[in-house]
């Protein structure tokens, strides 16, 4: 069944957008535009649709990455998707901005391991499988930690090191890597051997998570006719805001 799906990321200071039809992607745009997201995002999805030559009204359904990540930019987000979807009545499914990161992995085999900087010292992180096909299967659940506690989180899905205490054919992305890199090539092992598996690091072409990812996720509970009802619909945070640890959550 095709459905023309308007899906949004804004979880890093790259913001993407995209317009999917079924499993068809057609207009994806990403925007470096940093905290300025929400002054962008508008005029940025009235070109896209204006390119397609289509309405507001057209679009069927909303797709949106709900972190972790800037929780400014989650905000942002998310409220401009229920802004859109809310007047015409459109449906809207969440999805984890971390699952749509590990969505990028494509022919990888074995496990994947999206990393968007947490700030702090920390990334988050969340553990998922590929088979080479398909979107990958989630392992574990989206945490925010230190790059050296990532050794945890893959004992945690069931990933065990090599007897040398390294991982193999652990696929590595996303941009807590920019701070975080060597940190985690000490956390997990080397990163490149002679022959034979090894941890990688993907390109950084495929660091932000891309929405056509987020429709790609959304689309099967879309298709169903399935959707999130909009009030309770939150970004997943994971930890609290510096102003909720100051003044407690009612802030």
């Given amino acids: 069944m095709a459905m023309k799906v308007l899906a949004l990321d804004t979880s890093t200071a790259t913001a993407s957008i995209a317009l999917c039809d079924g499993a068809a992607v057609l207009a994806e745009a990403a925007l470096a535009v940093g905290r300025k997201r929400g002054e962008h995002l508008p005029d940025a999805i009235a070109w896209l649709l204006g390119t397609l030559g289509m309405k507001p009204a057209e679009v069927e359904g909303f797709a949106v990455g709900l972190g972790p990540g800037s929780f400014t930019g989650l905000r942002s987000g998310l409220a401009l998707v229920k802004g859109l979807a809310l007047p015409v009545e459109r449906p809207v499914v969440g999805v984890s901005s971390l699952h749509a990161l590990a969505a990028a992995a494509v022919g990888h085999r074995g496990p994947v391991l999206p990393v968007i900087d947490a700030h702090k010292g920390e990334v988050y992180s969340a553990v998922f499988s590929a088979d080479g096909s398909g979107l990958p299967a989630r392992l574990s659940l989206d ?5 050296g506690r990532l050794p945890d989180l893959l004992a945690a899905a069931g990933i065990a090191p090599a007897s040398d205490h390294s ?4 696929l590595v992305l996303g941009d807590g890597l920019l701070k975080h890199a060597d940190a985690i090539a000490a956390a997990l092992g080397v990163v490149a051997r002679a022959s034979g598996p090894c941890l990688q690091f993907a390109s950084a072409i495929s660091w932000p998570p891309r929405a056509a990812w987020v429709a790609a996720l959304a689309w099967p ?3 169903a006719g399935d959707s999130d009802p909009l009030d309770p619909l939150v970004p997943i945070y994971v930890r609290s805001s ?3 640890l100051r003044l407690g959550p009612r802030a």
Avoid: K, Q
């Fill in 221 to 223: 509970r879309l298709a």
């Fill in 167 to 170: 991982y193999f054919n652990v």
């Fill in 242 to 244: 510096d102003t909720d």
């Fill in 143 to 147: 945490s925010a930690l230190l790059p």
